[in-house]
């Protein structure tokens, strides 16, 4: 593909094409959409060094995370960067917001500068980003969305496992009033872990409460804790989303009086570092941050571990129990 196949498409010149391609802030508004909407029609990737290259491929690793201010995210970048560095290669990371439109321009970008593969730690992937990237043949790495190939391979968390083990956990110690807080966004590991929650619930005959307080972090837990305070039936076990959701929720009900695992107990998702250093410290489900950017290091590198890359690989939860849960008292 040329950029004057490009222009001709857009109906403008190879002038304009090098320009938009450049990030020339001269181009119009207009005239950029069009001219970037024709190369994502014609799945055309600028390429960006080519003069650097060698081989064809650069020798840094691209990283895209959904929120790189969930410490949860970060963990995994930190590691990620520490072994590329240690094989010789850069990382270029970018954040995406769960939006997939900004998932699209960062694969596009990474693509074009010619990365020698790509970890995509994301939730938001979409079927047609996954067909364009196996066409492409960028060795890929996808976190629980996607299905592995011929050059992607596929981390997978067991979510299911790991809220059945939470719910369990509640019930052996008396719960029978559970809330779960979750945020409103349609991906598949956050339903995973909504619908394990509810199924569990029910099986052990406990009330099940899901309320969703707006996107994901420490302010959500307080106002979904808020919420369920006022509610006719307060649970005595919350659950969340994830550990930054979790602290939140240890904010709130401390600042309301309740006493935390006493009156009601709480649990987060991830075992981020900081939930060893609430007060009361975090029960939790571990996620092995450090062993999944291990892995997505192994499938990345040529000639690495071929029993990695183009494979589904499995990682299992483990319950963590700290002080912030207890047997109900009420």
Not at 54 to 64: M, Q
Not at 249 to 266: A, D, H, M, N
Request: charged share 20%.
């Amino acid at each position: 593909m040329r950029l004057l196949d490009i222009a001709r498409s857009a109906k403008v010149s190879v002038t304009t094409v090098s320009r938009v391609v450049n990030e020339d802030p001269s181009v119009k508004a207009s005239t950029r959409a069009r001219v970037r909407r024709t190369m994502e029609e014609l799945n055309y990737y600028p390429n960006l060094h080519a003069r650097s290259l060698a081989g064809g491929r650069s020798k840094t690793f691209g990283f895209l995370a959904s929120n790189l201010n969930d410490p949860f995210f970060l963990d995994i970048y930190d590691k990620f960067e520490q072994l590329a560095q240690t094989q010789g290669y850069d990382s270029l990371v970018m954040s995406t917001h769960f939006d997939p439109e900004k998932l699209r321009a960062a694969i596009r970008l990474m693509i074009g500068r010619r990365v020698a593969g790509i970890a995509a730690m994301v939730s938001e992937m979409e079927p047609r980003i996954v067909a364009e990237l196996s066409e492409n043949g960028t060795p890929v790495v996808f976190c629980d969305v996607g299905h592995a190939g011929k050059r992607i391979t596929n981390i997978r968390f067991d979510y299911r496992k790991g809220m059945r083990n939470l719910v369990e956990y509640f019930c052996s110690m008396g719960h029978r009033r559970l809330a779960y807080v979750s945020y409103p966004l349609p991906l598949w590991s956050t339903e995973e872990r909504r619908l394990s929650f509810e199924q569990t619930a029910s099986e052990y005959g406990a009330a099940a409460q899901v309320i969703c307080a707006g996107r994901e972090g420490p302010l959500s837990g307080r106002k979904a804790t808020r919420a369920l305070l006022m509610s006719d039936c307060p649970p005595t076990a919350i659950l969340c989303v994830n550990d930054i959701t979790a602290i939140g929720v240890l904010k709130e009900l401390s600042e309301q009086g309740v006493s935390v695992p006493r009156q009601v107990s709480v649990a987060g998702f991830g075992n981020i570092a900081l939930g060893q250093y609430t007060i009361p410290s975090l029960t939790t489900i571990e996620i092995p941050r450090e062993e999944i950017a291990q892995l997505a290091i192994g499938a990345l590198l040529p000639g690495q571990d071929a029993t990695v890359m183009g494979h589904e690989i499995p990682i299992e939860p483990e319950l963590i129990v700290r002080q912030s849960s207890g047997p109900v008292t009420a």
